[in-house]
Protein backbone atom coordinates (compact mmCIF):
# COMPACT_ATOMS: atom_id res chain seq x y z
CA UNK A 1 0.00 0.00 0.00
CA UNK A 2 1.52 3.28 -0.78
CA UNK A 3 1.37 5.59 1.91
CA UNK A 4 2.98 9.20 2.44
CA UNK A 5 2.44 10.64 6.00
CA UNK A 6 3.54 14.26 6.79
CA UNK A 7 3.99 15.62 9.43
CA UNK A 8 6.21 18.52 11.23
CA UNK A 9 3.73 21.16 11.21
CA UNK A 10 2.42 23.57 14.37
CA UNK A 11 1.68 26.92 15.20
CA UNK A 12 4.63 29.23 14.77
CA UNK A 13 4.77 32.74 14.64
CA UNK A 14 5.18 35.41 11.50
CA UNK A 15 9.02 34.91 10.83
CA UNK A 16 9.72 31.85 12.10
CA UNK A 17 11.08 28.24 10.78
CA UNK A 18 9.48 24.96 10.46
CA UNK A 19 10.50 22.02 8.99
CA UNK A 20 7.79 19.37 7.41
CA UNK A 21 9.12 16.04 6.60
CA UNK A 22 6.97 12.73 4.60
CA UNK A 23 7.41 9.48 5.26
CA UNK A 24 6.88 7.35 2.23
CA UNK A 25 6.46 3.77 1.97
CA UNK A 26 4.64 0.87 -0.47
CA UNK A 27 6.79 1.83 -3.58
CA UNK A 28 10.17 2.73 -4.89
CA UNK A 29 10.69 6.39 -3.16
CA UNK A 30 13.35 7.25 -5.63
CA UNK A 31 11.59 6.36 -8.55
CA UNK A 32 9.16 9.54 -8.17
CA UNK A 33 9.19 12.93 -8.24
CA UNK A 34 7.35 13.95 -4.82
CA UNK A 35 5.80 17.26 -4.23
CA UNK A 36 4.21 19.64 -1.37
CA UNK A 37 0.86 20.96 -1.69
CA UNK A 38 -0.81 22.94 0.52
CA UNK A 39 -4.67 24.24 1.05
CA UNK A 40 -5.93 26.65 3.19
CA UNK A 41 -9.75 27.07 4.60
CA UNK A 42 -11.98 28.14 1.86
CA UNK A 43 -9.01 28.02 -1.05
CA UNK A 44 -8.31 25.72 -3.49
CA UNK A 45 -5.09 23.30 -3.26
CA UNK A 46 -2.17 24.39 -4.75
CA UNK A 47 1.64 23.63 -5.42
CA UNK A 48 3.95 24.67 -3.01
CA UNK A 49 7.44 22.93 -4.52
CA UNK A 50 8.21 19.61 -6.19
CA UNK A 51 11.71 17.59 -6.09
CA UNK A 52 12.49 15.24 -9.34
CA UNK A 53 13.79 11.60 -9.20
CA UNK A 54 16.15 11.88 -11.34
CA UNK A 55 18.87 14.88 -10.94
CA UNK A 56 17.03 16.79 -7.92
CA UNK A 57 15.47 19.55 -9.61
CA UNK A 58 13.41 22.04 -8.02
CA UNK A 59 10.14 23.67 -8.48
CA UNK A 60 8.85 26.37 -6.08
CA UNK A 61 5.95 28.65 -6.28
CA UNK A 62 6.45 32.17 -6.36
CA UNK A 63 4.77 32.97 -2.95
CA UNK A 64 7.29 30.55 -1.23
CA UNK A 65 10.60 31.32 -3.65
CA UNK A 66 13.17 32.45 -1.51
CA UNK A 67 11.95 31.42 1.97
CA UNK A 68 11.47 27.42 1.76
CA UNK A 69 13.91 24.98 0.00
CA UNK A 70 12.80 21.08 -0.73
CA UNK A 71 14.72 17.82 -0.43
CA UNK A 72 14.27 14.57 -0.06
CA UNK A 73 15.94 11.45 1.51
CA UNK A 74 15.96 8.26 -0.54
CA UNK A 75 17.66 6.24 2.03
CA UNK A 76 15.59 7.32 4.07
CA UNK A 77 12.42 7.33 1.77
CA UNK A 78 12.21 11.17 3.16
CA UNK A 79 11.17 14.44 1.68
CA UNK A 80 11.50 17.67 3.78
CA UNK A 81 10.47 21.11 3.05
CA UNK A 82 12.40 23.82 5.39
CA UNK A 83 10.14 26.94 5.25
CA UNK A 84 11.75 29.72 6.93
CA UNK A 85 9.97 32.95 6.99
CA UNK A 86 6.62 31.89 7.71
CA UNK A 87 3.98 34.63 6.68
CA UNK A 88 0.52 34.62 7.79
CA UNK A 89 -0.38 33.43 4.34
CA UNK A 90 1.63 30.19 4.63
CA UNK A 91 -1.19 29.23 6.96
CA UNK A 92 -2.76 25.62 5.53
CA UNK A 93 -3.13 22.54 5.67
CA UNK A 94 -0.15 20.65 4.24
CA UNK A 95 0.58 17.61 2.12
CA UNK A 96 2.82 15.39 0.29
CA UNK A 97 2.11 13.36 -3.19
CA UNK A 98 3.94 11.46 -5.40
CA UNK A 99 3.99 12.23 -9.51
CA UNK A 100 1.95 9.82 -11.46
CA UNK A 101 4.41 8.42 -14.01
CA UNK A 102 4.02 9.79 -17.06
CA UNK A 103 1.78 12.68 -16.62
CA UNK A 104 1.68 15.98 -14.68
CA UNK A 105 -0.62 14.71 -11.74
CA UNK A 106 0.45 14.08 -8.47
CA UNK A 107 -1.39 11.56 -6.39
CA UNK A 108 -1.66 9.31 -3.10
CA UNK A 109 -2.46 12.43 -1.00
CA UNK A 110 -1.88 11.14 2.58
CA UNK A 111 -3.80 12.95 5.63
CA UNK A 112 -1.10 16.12 5.89
CA UNK A 113 0.03 18.19 8.36
CA UNK A 114 -1.34 21.75 9.69
CA UNK A 115 1.10 24.76 9.34
CA UNK A 116 -0.15 28.39 11.43
CA UNK A 117 1.59 31.15 10.97
CA UNK A 118 0.39 33.71 13.68
CA UNK A 119 1.36 37.48 13.79
Known amino acids: EVQLQAFGGGLVQAGGSLRLSCAASGFTFDDYAIGWFRQAPGKEREGVSCISSSDGSTYYADSVKGRFTISRDNAKNTLYLQMNRLKNDDTAHYYC????????????WGQGTQVTVSS
Open 97 to 108: ARQVSGTDIFGD
